[in-house]
């Protein structure tokens, strides 16, 4: 080589180690936005909201009653309040709280009229009685890296695995927490005519139906209004005189969804995640037992998830006859949500590398134990890579789904259709409105060196890139976040700087956990690599992103967000909930009606704080052992 060449090269890795040094110290001094960056002894109370009392100790946890639930604590969604919803959401713009619920003798139900109130009445009476399984899924994990990787305690020493165990016991019995009747099945979607028909095939046993979405703690629910200065906002029609069950204040559960997404959350990814770290990390042993009650209960709803697998690879949303999240017109039985795929295809190499490992290492395993885990683990290794998944039925897989179908102009559309028998076309994907979460959790799933290998070198990096410039939440040139789709009114403007449309705590730990994965991976390019110098490029706006939203986060927090100026902030948000002995994490940063058919609010959430835990634990929920 010429020497004058070689000694230029030389000098431009000169200038490059020195640039890179020099971000690396700017982001080792890189200031909070603020006054918001969690300490020790925050973490510690926004850990004390997931496993505390929600009546008495400002937590998200309700006692069950019934049945063999009795006394088990289990986790509600959100910790709202009546002020928020009377005070705010009522007086908004066009909103009226005044609502008539009237009982029905034919179905024993009692239910508002349809109208526009009616419809707040159900958000709220949902958002303070129900718990989604996917929040539930995320507490679980939380829970347990709380007590693993920080070591906080719970209050009365309650055992943390026994803690979250509790929701997969919810799960195995099949009725709800506070239920007055105890009957298998009451939670779970099995197949009656043509409601909830899985993919042309019937479901009839509990264990083996999915479950509801959002589980209530009782079929007759309670409004936050009741017994409150907003109480006189409801009014009845029609009461049965000889059923004092029935009275104002109270309705019927009318959340009758099951979606496969957060069933996969609910039995593969939340409780898998939750058994390895309280056996393997937390006990240092090598295998979660075979019957723990979260490997049974994947086990047994296995092949329902295989049932619902399209011959292209995708699983599909949800049975036929399930009900839209907005209206009442039903799900089309062959409409796919690619972010759910990514939720299955991570649970799936969860309960694979779980069943490995307890075949490796479980002693004393029954021959027809031994026999029912090598099917499961071919099972799942066909729904992933492709083959036979039943009696004559066949599949490409998960893995040829996202690389062939679900993959278009550098990003994961957010769903589509699948191999509906009357088109000509296996795969008709839906372009809008575009999803954050889909990119964030598919990269995290996948890992950004398989993107990369199935689209070329940067493949993941540049994904990020376009997902920032339609979904990035900000301020001037710095980046807080995400939001949920390109119609939030966040992205970057003409002149560079980022728009301020709304903020998801929940979606921006997940930006921030995909991150970590394309850091890790683009930090192990070696120097001879061709893409070395493109990857050390890479690390810099990649570490610059992740200490940004780290920073950013703290500011969702409820004590925070308090002080804050947010665009759509409510108003005297300090008076809409009171003082805490906790400090957990908002869902968003205003009320707002995603596109995807539910309600964002600035509330206390489950979600969104356990996701806070992940963050901080480094925990990857979509990799074995979080890594």
């Not at 307890?358 to 499961?376: F, K, L, S």
């Not at 996948?446 to 990369?452: F, H």
């Amino acid at each position: 080589m010429n020497q004058a060449v070689h000694c230029l090269l030389m000098q431009k890795d000169r200038i490059m180690i020195f640039a890179i040094i020099v971000f690396l110290l700017q982001m080792l001094v890189i200031l909070p936005l603020g006054d918001a960056q969690a300490t020790d002894a925050d973490l510690a109370a926004s850990y004390r909201f997931l496993v505390s009392d929600r009546d008495s100790a400002d937590g998200v946890l309700y006692t069950a009653t019934a049945g063999k639930l009795r006394g088990r604590l289990l986790p509600l969604s959100f910790s709202d309040s009546p002020e928020y919803w009377g005070r705010y959401v009522c007086e908004l713009p066009g909103n009226s709280c005044s609502v008539t619920d009237v009982y029905d003798p034919q179905t024993y139900t009692l239910t508002p009229q349809k109208s526009h109130s009616g419809d707040l009445q159900t958000e709220r009476v949902n958002s303070h009685n129900g718990t989604n399984i996917y929040d539930a899924a995320t507490w679980q994990i939380a829970v347990m890296l709380g007590h693993a990787i920080n070591r906080f305690s719970l209050p009365d020493n309650e055992d943390p695995y026994a803690l979250v165990s509790n929701q997969n016991y919810l799960l195995k019995e099949g009725y709800n927490g506070n239920s007055s009747t105890v009957s298998a099945g009451q939670n779970r979607a099995m197949t009656s005519g043509k409601v909830f028909v899985y993919n042309q095939r019937a479901i009839t046993e509990p264990q083996q139906a999915y479950a509801f979405r959002m589980l209530p703690r009782n079929w007759l629910s309670v409004d936050p209004f009741a017994g409150t200065r907003y109480a006189d906002r409801i009014k009845t029609a029609a009461l049965p005189q000889k059923n004092p069950e029935y009275q104002p204040g109270r309705v019927t559960w009318t959340d009758w969804k099951p979606i496969t997404g957060e069933n996969g959350w609910a039995f593969l990814v939340g409780p898998l995640q939750a058994a390895y770290i309280h056996y393997i990390l937390d006990q240092k042993s090598a295998f979660v037992p075979l019957q723990d009650p979260a490997v049974q209960n994947a086990l047994d709803i296995l092949p329902t998830f295989a049932a619902m697998q399209s011959p292209s690879g995708a699983l599909y949303y949800a049975p036929a006859g399930t009900v839209a999240n907005q209206g009442e017109q039903l799900v089309d039985p062959y409409g796919v949500s690619v972010e759910n795929n990514f939720s299955l295809y991570a649970g799936l190499t969860l309960l694979h590398s779980t069943l490995w490992a307890t075949i490796t290492h479980e002693p004393n395993v029954r021959p027809e134990d031994a026999v029912a885990i090598q099917e499961a683990l071919q099972l799942v290794d066909a729904m992933i890579n492709g083959g036979m998944i039943g009696k004559d039925r066949t599949t490409s897989g998960l893995l040829a789904f996202f690389r062939d179908l679900a993959w278009r102009d550098g990003e994961f559309v957010q769903g589509g259709r699948a191999d509906d028998p009357t088109s000509t076309v296996k795969w008709v994907p839906s372009l809008q409105p575009k999803a954050v979460d889909v990119n964030t959790w598919g990269i995290a799933a996948l890992g950004p060196q398989q993107i990369d290998a199935w689209f070329g070198f940067g493949a993941a990096y540049q994904n990020w890139q376009q997902v920032k410039k339609w979904g990035g939440y900000g301020v001037g040139r710095t980046l807080w976040g995400v939001g949920f789709s390109n119609q939030d009114g966040n992205g970057i403007d003409a002149d560079g700087n980022f728009r301020q449309g709304i903020l998801s705590t929940e979606w921006t730990a997940g930006a921030i956990n995909m991150l970590r994965t394309m850091i890790s991976y683009y930090e192990k390019i070696p120097k001879e690599s061709n893409h070395y110098r493109e990857s050390r490029r890479f690390l810099a706006t990649l570490g610059h992103d992740m200490q940004s939203m780290v920073a950013a986060i703290d500011t969702m927090r409820l004590d925070t967000y308090a002080t804050s100026s947010f665009p759509g902030r409510p108003q005297e948000f300090a008076q809409l909930f009171t003082a805490r002995k906790t400090r957990p994490y908002l869902y968003a940063s205003k009320r707002y009606l995603i596109p995807f058919g539910w309600y964002a609010n600035p509330m206390p959430s489950t979600c969104a704080t356990a996701w806070v835990i992940m963050v901080h634990a480094g925990y990857n929920p979509f990799a074995y052992g979080g890594k």
